[in-house]
């Protein structure tokens, strides 16, 4: 994994050290910094919180200054909070005038112009338009950190993983927002179980259980019975409800559970070759009517690895039944915690066998670091040290061990990743084209509904349909 951040010289100290050492005339100069002036510029596409809290992060950075200067959106309201959010965090390092704040879907792209090679561009709209949007970041020869999912369906992992490809000829370096991996304690514990400390690991569990969350369950697009001036199109409406949607978020197992499934994997050092699952829609109702939302409300996924290891994912959206957040290892020597909120304390833990009480615990991680600044923290170092870095691959890797689970629980079916991955089926295949005034990828009937998984009815992976009759 990546070192600490390593504070680099400015660009006159540096300049000055090799004049000096003029015996090394010819030596190509590395990299240092994006800008001439030691200033790294950043643009922030997709507004909402994910956006801002990653934006804030990029500014927290220590070393070289670190400036924000434009960002984009599609919602006036999402740039806005945004905008006046980070102001008020980093008054001196927020330096985006009015007309350098887009709305529109070709906003990412008059943001991006504003960078020069070497600069930052920040991807958190949803996963539907990273693609789209890191394309372009890699025609202007940008770095780039971007949120995860990353894709929904094989189509886009396909492109993505070419992308990366083109990214890596250009020396780019790319950020995925899977922050586990970024997780000092998990880090050790990935350290601790590669050198054997719960021996060979035989199951591994993970648990996302939660009230509905985001904007997992959505009631029927306003349009539908009454349209006026401020009433959202049915494309932005279903982008500012996007958990709700397979084709752009992959729906709540993708956005919610991803990082259980990424970590998890980690600790195996491997992916599953296959997955069956069940799962299922149960209390529909909200307080206006019928939730129309895409998603079950329950998943329970069972991954098999290519030398027959199992793990586990149990994911729940329901009001009223108990929240849990965990994820553990068994192994032929013993236990680990991988993450854990409640009783039992701080993340990363093993344990000597398979019970954990606190006589058999045999280490417990002490650090207090934020995941979240520690990935800004790290890409940064590798910008400023021109050292390769680039989280996609692993990334799209972890986006389709999501997809797979999710995907066999929707068809009822045991499928395989090369099913996920081979599929010609694109849920949102003209992303790079939508206006303001597309159409939604996916449309309501005439009762307002979508349409919803049927597991066993339709078996194929092309269960996601796109449009009602």
Known sequence: MNEPLITSPTRRQFLKTTVAASALAGVKIPFVHAAEDNTTRVVLVGCGGRGTGAA??????????????????????????????????????VKVPEDQRYIGFDGYKKAMDHLKKGDIAIFTTPLAFRWVHFGYAIEKGLNVFMEKPLVADGVSAKKMYALAEEADKKNL????????RHSTPMRELSKRIQDGEIGDIILMRGYRMSPPIGSAFSEKWPGLTEKTADTPSELLWQISRFHSFLWASGGCYADFYIHHIDHCCWMKNAWPIKAQAVGGRHYRKGPEGEY?????????????FADGTKFMMDGRCMIGAAAIYSSYAHGTKG???????????????????????????????????????????????????????????????????????????????????????????????????????????????????????????????????????
Not at 173 to 180: A, D, I, Q, T
């Open 56 to 93: 804030a992060n990029a500014l927290s950075v220590t070393g070289p200054p670190v400036e924000l200067v434009a960002m984009a959106d599609v919602f006036p309201a999402k740039l806005d909070k945004s905008y006046k959010s980070l102001s008020t965090q980093h008054a001196d390092k």
């Open 173 to 180: 370096k790319v950020g995925v927002g899977l922050m586990s």
């Open 292 to 304: 129309v939302d895409q998603n079950f409300d329950s998943y329970g996924v069972e991954y098999t």
């Open 335 to 469: 236990l680990a915690v991988i993450s854990k909120s409640g009783d039992i304390g701080t993340p990363s833990m093993i344990f000597k066998g398979q019970n954990m009480d606190k006589s058999n615990m045999l280490w417990e991680s002490t650090d207090k670091s934020v995941p979240y600044q520690n990935e800004w923290d790290d890409l940064m170092s590798a910008i400023r040290t021109d050292t390769p870095y680039n989280e996609v691959k692993r990334g799209v890797d972890a986006s389709v061990a999501t997809g797979l689970g999710r995907m066999a629980a929707h068809t009822g079916q045991e499928l395989t990743w090369d099913d996920f991955l081979n599929s010609d089926f694109a849920m949102a295949p003209d992303a790079d084209k939508f206006t303001m005034d597309s159409p939604a990828p996916v449309r309501c009937d005439k009762d307002g509904k979508y349409p919803v998984p049927e597991p066993g009815i339709v078996k194929k992976y092309e269960y996601e349909p796109q449009k009602n009759a």
